[in-house]
């Protein structure tokens, strides 16, 4: 009788039951955290408008009514469609301005999401995306 070398079917069965198990921890988990990083650029664009927001407030006396008169050198988002400014919750374009992204394409099964930002920052109350704490960059 010879010695046979190799893996018997119920090792290799244990070794795929194993990969599986793994797997089904680590790929929604590595899919949020692709869908937070593309977020986060949403956040980032955001922030910049803000700021330069305030400095063409500070020059102008009103907040701009289009991106493109700030100046930021910034790209639009890539996976985001960026929305029009538009008056806050004054209702004036002088003291108040709002800005929302939606999210566009695939977002690895959390559907179309916006972020909105104001002249105070993020807003959580009129932002999609808190309802996805484990994809907000701000996790509230």
Known sequence: MQNRR????????????IIGVLAAFAVPRFLASVE????????????S???AQERFHARQG???TEVTD???KFTAPKYFTVGAIAAGSTGSLEDSWSLTLT???ASAGYG??????????????NSTIADHGDINPMQT
């Open 70 to 72: 700030l100046d930021i």
């Open 112 to 125: 179309e999401y916006t972020v909105t930002f104001t002249e105070e920052g993020y807003d959580g109350e």
């Open 36 to 47: 937070r990083s593309k977020a986060a650029e949403a956040f980032n664009y955001l922030s």
């Open 103 to 105: 999210r566009t394409g």
């Open 62 to 64: 009103t907040y701009a």
């Open 6 to 17: 190799g893996f018997t079917l119920v090792e290799l069965a244990v070794v795929v039951v």
């Open 49 to 51: 408008v803000q700021a």
